[in-house]
Every structure is written in structure tokens, then in C-alpha cells.
């Protein structure tokens, strides 16, 4: 079997897939020819859970009634995957777990993406997600005024 085949049946059957990060184009990609949705979750300046969720609701397009909580994520996650036509796949980028106000969040935030596999099987569809690990965010420089959430400097 390839390598693209076995891609391509890691992501049909969902779940975790384990690939490097340098891979990401080709991932997206035949996320695309499986026929699921994908996007990546730009987590580089998340510091906090709701900033991670904040994420995701930018990269998937959540409504804006995002209730901003794990059982939110998880509700708007299922309702997402019923509403692709063969599922759909995340790429979490940059997720910092190695910070100490992430690790536990982090962890929860992929049992929900675990619990979301599960429905999508459920339901006839996929749910696949992949998580880069970063470490802990740099500390901030004395007299540097940190980079904001939305990534423009207000000057």
C-alpha cells in the first residue's frame, strides 16, 4: 500500500492521524481528494483555553453563538462534521501544551476531538484531526509588548 492510500485510509477511518508537521500541504490535500472539509487551527498565540477555541472558531467558521467551552466545541464540532458531506478534517498548528495554563486544556481538547470521532462513526462521516505539539510559549522580553491575539501590532 503507498503512502497516499494509507493517508487516505487514516483519514476515512478518523481519529488522531500521526504524520510529521512538515507534511501538512500534502495532508490537506488528500484530505480534500477524500472528499473532507479541512482547516487549520492556528494555536502559535493561544495562551489560554478560550484563546484556543477562539481558534477554531475562526479556522472552521463557527456561528457566533460559539458557546466558548469544551461541551460548546464539542456540540459545534458534530454539527459541523453532519453538515460536510463525507466529514471533516483539523489541523491543530502550534497547539503550546508544554505551557503550564494549556497542558490540562490541551488534553481535554483532544478527548473532545476523540469524543467527536466517535458521533462521526456514528453517523456515517469522518472526524480526523491532527495536533502539533509545541512547547511552552517564549517568555515575554522585558519592554517588548507581546504580539496580540489577532497578530497586528497597534501601533
Given amino acids: 500500500m503507498s503512502q497516499v492510500q494509507s493517508l487516505q485510509e487514516k483519514l476515512q477511518n478518523g481519529g488522531l492521524v500521526d504524520v510529521v508537521s512538515s507534511e501538512q500541504n500534502e495532508v490537506m490535500k ?6 473532507l472539509a479541512a482547516f487549520v487551527v492556528d ?8 484563546a484556543v477555541l477562539r481558534a477554531v472558531v475562526k479556522a472552521v467558521d463557527f456561528p457566533e453563538f460559539f458557546g466558548g467551552n469544551l461541551d460548546a466545541l464539542y456540540d459545534c464540532l458534530c454539527d ?10 483539523l489541523w491543530f498548528d502550534n497547539l503550546h501544551s508544554g505551557d503550564p495554563a494549556l497542558a490540562e486544556d490541551a488534553a481535554a481538547i483532544e478527548s473532545v476531538c476523540q469524543d467527536v470521532v466517535e458521533y462521526a462513526n456514528n ?6 484531526y491532527h495536533i502539533v505539539h509545541a512547547g511552552k510559549h517564549p517568555d515575554p522580553e522585558p519592554g517588548v509588548a507581546p504580539t496580540p491575539y489577532s497578530g497586528v501590532s497597534e501601533e
Fill in 30 to 35: 488528500v484530505a480534500d481528494e477524500v472528499g
Fill in 43 to 50: 494555536c502559535d498565540r493561544a495562551r489560554s483555553r478560550s
Fill in 80 to 89: 459541523t462534521v453532519l453538515d460536510q458531506k463525507s466529514g471533516l478534517f
Fill in 123 to 128: 453517523n456515517g462521516r469522518s472526524f480526523a
